[in-house]
């Protein structure tokens, strides 16, 4: 068994910072892909940002320039640096991870969410 354990989200004024965490934990052999998602209110849930094993990197074009995405391999664990946040960040944020299990068999995992409100 996965799981995904995100933190960091809060309250932050406009124009502040924000760090999330994401630890995978359990029967892991290995991790893909990994990626932050958002869901507002009244909206479908959107990719933020994602991360492969090598390093490379996507974002979606409304964080660009003001998001980055990282991950400690080593550690199973994601991050995502949010800068500059506007209102409209406002969302639960999500970690998932494309998982390689120890039964060799692949998984798509899903965290609990994390709230992240932007508001002054």
């Known amino acids: 068994q996965v799981q995904l354990v995100e933190s960091g989200g809060g309250l932050v004024q406009p124009g502040g910072s924000l760090r999330l965490s994401c630890a995978a934990s359990?029967?892991?052999?290995?991790?893909?892909?990994m990626g932050w998602y958002r869901q507002a209110p009244g909206k479908e849930r959107e990719l933020v940002a994602g991360?492969?094993?090598?390093?490379?990197?996507n974002y979606a074009d409304s964080v660009k320039g003001r998001f980055t995405i990282s991950r400690d391999n080593a550690k199973n664990t994601m991050f995502l640096q949010m800068n500059t946040l506007k209102p409209e960040d406002t969302a639960i944020y999500y970690c998932?991870?494309?998982?390689?299990?120890?039964?060799?068999?692949?998984?798509?995992?899903w965290g609990q969410g994390t709230q992240v409100t932007v508001s002054s």
């Open positions: 998932n991870a494309w998982i390689i299990t120890t039964r060799g068999t692949p998984e798509s995992s």
């Open positions: 359990g029967t892991i052999f290995s991790i893909n892909i």
């Open positions: 991360i492969a094993s090598d390093g490379s990197t």
